[in-house]
């Protein structure tokens, strides 16, 4: 008997090593899961880096939901996304380019069954998530947030229905469009707008002189009596509305066999909506703006010149550098400027005057410009202010643009982690 039972215990080991060995063979090997990250409108092929200081991208947070072929769907993670160069020892990138790949500091790797669905964010504001109870609808709630000079809000696209079968990713279902080659595309778009303010002296052809010269200087404030005891000093400024609420809602939609449709889809912004269901007027781009205005001083520049026989001004003097504000309709932001003109023969100052634009009318940005009627979330917003100090007329060239537009590389080369342009 007991020899009986050695080999029965034999045969029974080498049953469950022949088991276990033809399981393997049939089950794919662990991927770890990583992320390829750029900040753009549609992804297409270059290998410009598009992470940088300015947008401060160097690591998001990343909510992930798995949806198994069996059972509920849980969630898979709640984690910081870094970026990592590609030495022997990756350490994280902070600033610059250099960047290799993008992946969470602890491993994740991707299940065996079913899918996940990613909804990732970046930026110095975060917002509050929360989820549905089967797990598809993700809401990012930003409520009462204060907009500062350098604040930053990306939300990427979210990535719906992805496993460690596909080793490329569509972005919207066409290869023609653009494609990443491995990890999970993240497509980050800015939630908040980039206001640029500069101006330059400009007169007709018909109006230039042959013995004047012509100067203008931008005043950062003016005291219009002279006496600093009475509290009458006007300043050149912009204000804008800084402090609202955005909310942001995802749903994943398809159904439970569309497993291996793979998509990255926008969010959708909810905004607030009065008893009559009419959207009220001053939402834009999803914001509902609070009730806190900011007061933004203009630069006081160097003078500009208008040499004789001139008629434009070889220098653009910067009044408002590139900053960050709130998406809100034009036309409740009020805008100021003093400025005070020069004519010089030769040397000699024979005529100065200290001028207004927006002063005693209040105006607003809206009825100098007429032309942007709010700024909108992910775009730049320049105005170009235009002064002829003869006619003593200021007009604006506003001018918008994508948030981060970047030239696509000659070569055309895919290059993970990096790269993109945006198309209008």
């Not at 029965?8 to 390829?36: H, Q, R, W, Y």
């Not at 610059?96 to 993008?102: C, F, K, N, P, V």
């Not at 595309?185 to 303010?197: A, D, E, G, Q, V």
Request: glycine letters at 4%.
């Amino acid at each position: 008997m007991k020899k009986y039972f050695i080999l029965a215990a034999a045969a029974v080991a080498a049953m469950a090593a022949c088991t276990k060995s033809e399981l393997d063979i049939n089950v794919a090997p662990d991927t770890k899961i990583g992320f390829e990250v750029a900040n753009y409108a549609a992804q297409t092929k270059a290998n410009v880096a598009l992470t940088n200081d300015e947008d401060g991208l160097y690591q998001f947070h990343t909510y992930a939901y798995q949806f198994p072929k069996l059972g509920d769907a849980v969630e898979f993670m709640n984690t910081d996304i870094f970026a990592w160069d590609n030495a022997s020892t990756p350490a994280k990138v902070t600033s610059g380019t250099g960047i290799y790949s993008w992946a969470p500091e602890n491993d994740y790797f991707w299940p065996k069954t079913g899918w996940i669905n990613f909804y990732s964010y970046a930026g110095s504001i975060a917002p509050v998530e929360s989820v549905s109870a089967d797990k598809k609808t993700v809401t990012l709630t930003y409520t009462d947030k204060t907009i500062l000079s350098d604040s930053n809000i990306m939300v990427a696209d979210a990535a719906l229905r992805f496993n460690a079968n596909q080793s490329t990713y569509a972005v919207d279902g066409t290869e023609t469009s653009g494609h990443v080659t491995t990890g999970v595309p993240t497509l980050f778009r800015h939630m908040l707008s980039k206001l640029y303010i500069d101006v330059k002296i400009q007169i007709p052809a018909e109006k230039k002189s042959a013995n004047t010269i012509w100067k203008v200087e931008v005043l950062d404030s003016y005291d219009i009596d002279g006496d600093a005891s009475i509290a009458d000093t006007e300043k050149s400024l912009i204000i804008p509305v800084n402090k609202g609420s955005l909310t942001l809602t995802n749903a994943d939609a398809l159904a439970a066999d569309a497993a291996l449709n793979t998509t990255t889809q926008q969010w959708t912004r909810k905004a607030d909506y009065t008893t009559s269901g009419t959207p009220d007027a001053d939402v834009v781009s999803g914001w509902k703006p609070g009730d806190t205005t900011e007061l933004i001083q203009l630069h006081q520049g160097t003078v500009l010149t208008l040499p004789v026989n001139a008629t434009e001004s070889t220098a653009t003097e910067q009044l408002l550098a590139w900053r960050v504000v709130m998406p809100q309709l034009t036309d409740n932001v009020a805008f100021k400027l003093i400025y005070k003109v020069q004519a010089l023969h030769d040397s000699t100052v024979f005529m100065e005057e200290i001028r207004t634009v927006g002063i005693d009318a209040a105006a607003d940005i809206h009825d100098l410009t007429g032309s942007i009627a709010s700024w909108e979330s992910n775009k730049k917003i320049t105005y170009h202010i235009i002064i002829d100090p003869v006619s003593e007329k200021v007009t604006f060239d506003p001018a918008v643009e994508n948030y981060d537009p970047v030239e696509a590389n000659a070569d055309d080369v895919i290059n993970i982690n990096q790269g993109g342009i945006v198309t209008p």
